[in-house]
């Protein structure tokens, strides 16, 4: 990795294995956007004094909304409306 990095903010796909750790030697900060820190070796990171943050709470307003919209759209019937919308029913 590059030894300019000093922080890395990943999403749910990257790992972050021992060697992109070991190569990136400023490293002080690692962001998980979302809950699982599985994909970072979380081993190598104590050894290095490298901090490791997720963000557990960042998705449940998005999700309390989603779900209220959900049953908004089922009480009004919007499903078949959009559905006899569509064949010009």
């Known amino acids: 990795m590059d030894s300019y990095v000093d922080i890395f903010i990943v999403r749910s796909a990257p790992k972050v294995t021992s060697a992109v750790i070991e190569g990136s030697p400023r490293l002080k900060l690692i962001g998980r956007v979302g809950t699982r820190k599985d994909k970072i070796d979380t081993e190598v990171t104590t050894r290095h004094g490298i901090l ?38």
Do not use: W
């Open 52 to 89: 490791v943050m997720n963000t557990p709470d960042s998705n449940t307003l998005s999700a309390a909304e989603h779900t209220c919209t959900l049953i908004y759209s089922s009480a009004r019937n919007i499903p078949s409306a959009c559905a006899s919308l569509k064949t010009g029913a």
